[in-house]
């Protein structure tokens, strides 16, 4: 099949439309999530959405509103733990990944009739993306766009200092409630691009290819997202044409694209060096 003929498939054009929105988003939140030193936060909030799921499957609602329910639960929970009753972060975040998780399992097992295909949702089917998560996908992405648009500064200093802005009267409670609310809706509305299990490469890959080139918040955010974008439509393509896994054919590509990128730096860096 010719790579233009891919175009003429209603659920091909929805799976590219996914990777730019899935780029875009986890650009700009990934970007935060990896400054702000978040990234196991990240992978709670992920992991604990599967109780979400397990509990759609066996009251019989959208799986998708499930994962929500529990990654913004898991969320604030983490917040509230580390924040007002004393717990450890890490503490607190291994407390909501595990229960997620186990409730997922159990909600599962406890499910009537066959049992529930979790693939998609655990490592991701691009190409299964439907026409209404595109619109929140989208939906989000805007979401995304107007917050950061709107207080970026507040969200720099916050980023790189939260002590600092704390000193310079910023509202910090309520800029860090605010954030990790985006960054749930995020994670949860990629689980469907690359899985629950994966998607928090999604928001930390690009971000370190970025960084190889530049240490400006700006840069690296737009950097993640082109890198983003070469990643997740180099692998959808890959996976289309040899019938493998997109979720994770999307991550392998991404991976490649930094091993490749850091390598090709390292050597100009020394050819530079010798000169």
């Known amino acids: 099949m010719e790579f233009f003929e891919l175009f003429t498939y209603g659920f091909f054009r929805n799976a590219l439309l996914t990777a730019l929105f899935a780029s875009i988003s986890g650009g700009i939140i990934g970007t935060y999530v990896v400054t702000r030193r978040i990234v196991f936060i990240s992978g709670g909030i992920t992991h604990a959405s599967f109780g979400g799921i397990g509990l759609a499957f066996l009251l019989g609602f959208d799986p ?3 994962a929500t329910l529990f990654a913004l639960l898991s969320a604030l929970g983490i917040q509230f733990f580390s ?5 450890r972060e890490d503490s607190a975040i291994a407390i909501w990944w595990s229960l997620g998780m186990a409730l997922g399992i159990i909600f599962v097992f406890l499910t009537p009739g066959y049992t529930p295909n979790l ?3 655990l490592f991701g ?3 299964t993306v439907t026409r209404k998560e595109l619109w929140m996908m989208l939906a989000l992405l805007l979401i995304l766009l107007g917050v950061f648009t709107l207080f970026f500064r507040k969200i720099l200093y916050l980023s790189f200092d939260e002590e600092f802005a704390r000193a310079s009267g910023l509202p910090v409670s309520l800029i860090n409630y605010l954030m990790i609310i985006l960054v749930s ?3 949860v509305l990629n689980i469907r691009t690359v899985g629950i299990i994966l998607v928090l490469a999604l928001l930390t890959i690009p971000q370190a290819t970025a960084n ?7 840069k690296m955010m737009l950097l993640s997202v082109l890198t983003g974008m070469a990643g997740t439509i180099s692998g959808l393509v890959i996976s289309f044409y040899l019938d493998i896994p997109s979720g994770a ?7 490649l694209l930094f ?3 850091r390598t090709v730096k390292l050597r100009i860096w020394r050819k530079l060096q010798l000169r």
Do not use: A, E
């Open 64 to 66: 998708l509103l499930g």
């Open 83 to 87: 924040h007002r009753m004393d717990i």
């Open 119 to 121: 693939m998609s949702y």
């Open 125 to 127: 089917n691009i190409l």
């Open 185 to 187: 809706l995020v994670v």
């Open 212 to 218: 190889l080139f530049t240490k400006d918040y700006r």
């Open 249 to 255: 054919t999307i991550i392998f590509m991404l991976i």
């Open 259 to 261: 091993g490749f990128t």
